[in-house]
């Protein structure tokens, strides 16, 4: 998959080079071929118009960091907005409703609805331990229903039976009713789908979907459909109010369009992929990851992960110095603190990656990275001589601070006493080291 955007981006590399920094004119050739590569992998056009746009604006006047070649440089911006365009973070399955909680699939003819009800039964109930009913709507083909029904005896969940010549509007009530009586916690629907977009099938689906009122309304779309999982993506979306994206096929020869299409068209995440034909083949989908294997290129970002470590270790660095220098601590590099806790992934990643039993004993401190954000907001609202002295703010100014950051002084107030509590503490380690510091902090 995108084994010419790899290549071209190769190419790209070698040709930008000695430059410190990405200007408009050295990377044009280099966006040329990311836009060729981009449409030859069957990438929608006003997609990668935007997505060009995008990485022109993040490129341009960036600086170069030292360990990098430029073109490794612009190669990371090209990561991160890969990584952007398919929306950033993983997004998780939504059940958090009364029981049953309804997942209604929708989708073409074939794009895989049928396997990743089954497969999605199975998920729910590995990782989620809830116990699932799956429902055939697809009245049309009865061969997918007795398809579900097989689906349903090899993953261990429940099936609806349904009665001939019950109308799938009948269907969903039933098994609704059917549901509630026997204490199943996620109801997954299988819906009939036609070969192309027909209106009858989206009148179906819409009056199931105000009936079932479901709290994830996925749409279920073929990977090696390229440019026209776009036009199908968009005549869904319009119709129903679509919560996330499976994309499946992912481990066939797609050439990978509309991975990075589907969530710019539908303003929805991927939530999962479906990366083979066995009940097990359905993973949640990583931006990040798919990003690094559309890339094809792990050494590069290796090496760039790398140098963003260096240049982060060098700046905290520079703050130890200024420290120890005993120039005072002051609210310049307490936002530094924060925005160091940032760029390293917030508060949430860093907990992430700790040992078990330290992030179990974390769980209970509720850290949120809302807070960096405010707090970086809060000190960007107040003058440099506010920052480095803080005492002289006086209560109007507080308000005004606390309006311009879009926060209450309360949380003003709150800052500023967890500032000076920091301030202390450096001074601390200034004056007896660390050894002084704890018996500080004890007392
Ligand atoms: P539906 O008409 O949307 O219900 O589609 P089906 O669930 O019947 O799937 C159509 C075909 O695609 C079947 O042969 C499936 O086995 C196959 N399929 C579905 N998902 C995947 C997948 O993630 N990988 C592969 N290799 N095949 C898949």
Known sequence: MFDNLTSRLSGVIKTLRGETRLTESNIQDALREIRLALLEADVALPVVKDFIASIKEKAIGHEVMSSLTPGQALVGVVYQELIAIMGGDKSDLNLATVPPAVILMAGLQGAGKTTSSGKLAKWIMEHKKKKVLLVSCDIYRPAAIHQLELLAQQTGADFFPVKDGQKPGEIGAAALDFARRHHHEVMIVDTAGRLGIDEAMMQEISELEALLKPIETLFVVDAMQGQDAVNTAKAFSDALPLTGVILTKLDGDARGGAALSVKHITGKPIKFAGVAEKLTGLEIFHP??????????????????????????????????????????????????????????????????????????????????????????????MTQQERTKPEILKASRKRRIAAGAGVTVQEVNRLLAQFEQAQKMMKMMNKGGISKMMRGLKG
């Open 288 to 381: 990040d990851r798919m990003a690094s294997r559309i890339l094809g290129m792990g050494d590069v970002l290796g090496l760039i992960e790398e140098a963003q470590r260096n240049a982060d270790q060098e700046e905290a660095e520079k703050l130890m110095k200024k420290m120890k220098s005993g120039k005072s601590f002051d609210l310049n590099d307490f936002k530094a603190q924060f925005q160091q806790m940032h760029k390293m992934g917030g508060m949430s990643a860093l907990m992430d990656k700790l040992p078990t039993q330290f992030s179990q004993a974390a769980q209970n401190v509720k850290v949120d990275d809302k807070i960096i954000h405010r707090t970086v907001g809060i000190i960007n609202s």
